[in-house]
């Protein structure tokens, strides 16, 4: 009977079933991660394929345009800074579980900010006492247009992924009224003016001085995350407002706090693009970045230092796809297509390093 | 008065996208599955639609009515479904955060659209993506009853009534009977029951022998495949058949928001729409004396301003199902 029993409880085993991992060992996360990265490089591969091309001979032609000369290092390096930074921004937001999508508003909302100094002060104040002026008239916009979604949600439990969405319309519009209206150039188009010199930002070996403003920024979001009371409330908002609450933290003050230094960071972007990059304000000065910024935030684990490495890799896949476009009539929208599929890939590995899987073992035969 | 028609008409021109990615994102939400992929799942459906003709044109010649009309239908419900499968794949079976997921396989959709309509442009001889005039006829605002037409010639309120009822393309009038078959199913079927159960609360559903993961698939994936519908409509509709880079610009964003606005009803979707299409249309008929690019904003403004309102006044019977944007583990209820 116990014996007919089992039998029976084993074919109704199924044949596949999960279970949680209790621990998992580092160094198998990360092959389980490399592992899944190698698959979506594969898949890409494929689609290269699809389209007739050699996919090694594609990938190294992406490689070789992203760093293979001085000049387009340089740029790689100039699609990285903002990339970097709004990664960092995000990261603080998603790392309390607020679902920021609007650092692309915060970037031109600090960029805004920073061009109306850049246009009126320019000449009236010393060159360092502009950059400065910019810079902080920047963080405060983007800081402005972070809390703003923040102090709703704190209050009525706004939905703060729409909020901040629209708030990224609201600001590109606003843009379009500058460019049109009030800070229209002379001459009939409606764009606004470029910067002059003494409103742009300077460069160290080559590259304008936003990467130094990057790799500070990143050891102060790492300090402020890992060190820091705030940073530590921060991380416990996220995983759980009720542990927060019950350990005599004021959510809604979290939650407002930091929203507004992740603005801010997303308002120095800002100041970057039109003073180092552009050196005028147009609706492309966000280019994506705030968009982009959010899967180098998640696929570097919101670590601010596995960021910067991300932030590198998207900007020479971006920087690669520019080139394929022009060597292979491959559109630069593959770049697009190929970070999507990463990080599919990353978003779907993590279930492995959580959970193991248990095929059924082959018991005796029937019969 | 003529105004006024012309008005609501273009409105509910603009509003049909809108209809069909609320739609497919309430009956997505309803599971409990909360997929900020709208905005991708429209550009692939974009896509797919217009190249589902585009081929089918290649091979048979030029097509038009109903045949057209279904070919686009499914390539578009079958790429939106497609988009929806991945999502659905990633957070119903491999628990992935709903979020990122979304937000994923937004970014995803548009270069997937993006990158497919350049490569299928540059491949054609004119360097343009677009169907022939006959399949462009048949998603055009034809009157539906064109004995309609010559009375109205002679009476306004006749020609009124024709222009607001019965002088659409046929998506439209889909779209609306999608949303009252969605109303039905989630109201009145029992399978409907299940399905708002599960996303009130699954465990519960589960207990009672629901099953949970199933509903949850079927509703994300056909959800998406609604959403698809959408994309097609401007691909088809608004860019009158030709692929326009970059086309479903946002429009999958305003769908998310409003079924917030709609309160996860699909009659109250229908009124939605027509007010957020109206409202992206607006400056054109009504003249405020503000600047365009301040019109533009209104759409916006006006999610942004719903958003607050239905946050303060929360009501337990109009809200978010309960478990949306959660990932059910049966192991960990």
Known sequence: ???????????????????????????????????????????????????GHSPFAVYSEMIRGAVGSKISLVSTIKIAIPLLIAALSVALSFKMQFWNIGAEGQILAGGIAATYFALEWVGVIPAVALFLLMFAAAAVGGALWGAIPALCK??????????????????????????????????????????????????????????????????????????????????????????????????????????????????????????????????????????????????????????????????????????????????????????GIILFFMLGCEFFINYRLILRKEGKKRG | MDNLVNLLYAAVLAGTPLLFGTLGEILTEKSGNLNLGVEGMMF????????????????????????????????????????????????????????????????????????????????????FMAISTGAKATFANNPLFPGLVELAADNRWIYWINKLFFSYNLLVYIAIVVALLLAWFLNKTRAGLNLRAVGEDPAAADAAGIAVNRYKYLATVIGGGICGIGGMYISMVTAYGVWVHNCVGGRGWIAVALVIFATWSPSRAIFGALVFGGLSILRMYIPLGIPIEIYDLLPYLATIFVLILTSVRQSKEHNIPKHCGFNYFREER
């Open chain 2, 44 to 127: 692939m459906g974009a896509i797919a639609g217009l190249a589902g003709v585009y081929f089918a044109e290649m091979w048979l010649g030029e097509l038009t009515g109903i045949i057209c009309l279904l070919i686009a239908l499914l390539a578009a419900f079958v790429c939106g479904a497609f988009g929806a499968l991945i999502y659905g794949f990633l957070t119903i079976t491999l628990r992935a955060n709903q979020n990122v997921t979304g937000l994923t396989l937004t970014i995803f959709g548009i270069g997937f659209a993006n990158f497919f309509g350049e490569i299928i442009a540059s491949a054609s001889p004119t360097k």
């Open chain 1, 154 to 339: 704190a209050k009525w439990n706004t939905n703060e992924t729409l909020f901040t969405l629209m708030l990224n319309y609201v600001a590109l519009g606003l843009i379009k009224y500058l460019q049109a209206g009030p800070w229209q150039k002379p001459g009939g188009h409606p764009q606004i003016a470029m910067f002059e010199d003494a409103a742009r930002l300077p460069k160290v070996f080559g590259v304008h001085i936003g990467w130094i403003i990057a790799i500070v920024l990143v050891v102060v979001v790492t300090i402020f995350l890992s060190r820091s009371k705030h940073g530590f409330e921060t991380a416990v908002v996220g995983q759980s407002p009720n542990t927060a609450r019950y350990a005599g933290m004021n959510v809604g003050r979290v939650l407002v706090r930091t929203m507004i230094f992740a603005g801010a960071l997303a308002g120095i972007v800002g100041f970057i693009q039109v003073a180092g990059a552009d050196y005028t304000l147009t609706e492309n000065t966000a280019g994506g970045v705030g968009f982009t910024a959010i899967t180098v935030a998640w696929l570097a684990q919101l670590n601010p230092l596995a960021m910067v490495v991300v932030a590198i890799f998207i900007a020479v896949l971006e920087k690669g796809a520019g080139r394929i476009q022009t060597t292979y009539a491959i559109p630069a929208s593959a770049s697009d297509v190929l970070i």
């Open chain 1, 1 to 51: 009977m116990t014996e007919q029993a089992a039998v029976v409880a084993k074919q109704h085993e199924p044949w596949l079933r999960i279970a949680k991992r209790p621990t998992i060992s580092q160094r198998k996360a990360w092959s389980i991660r490399a592992a899944a990265f190698i698959a979506a490089i594969l898949c890409g591969a494929l689609l290269i394929l699809l389209l």
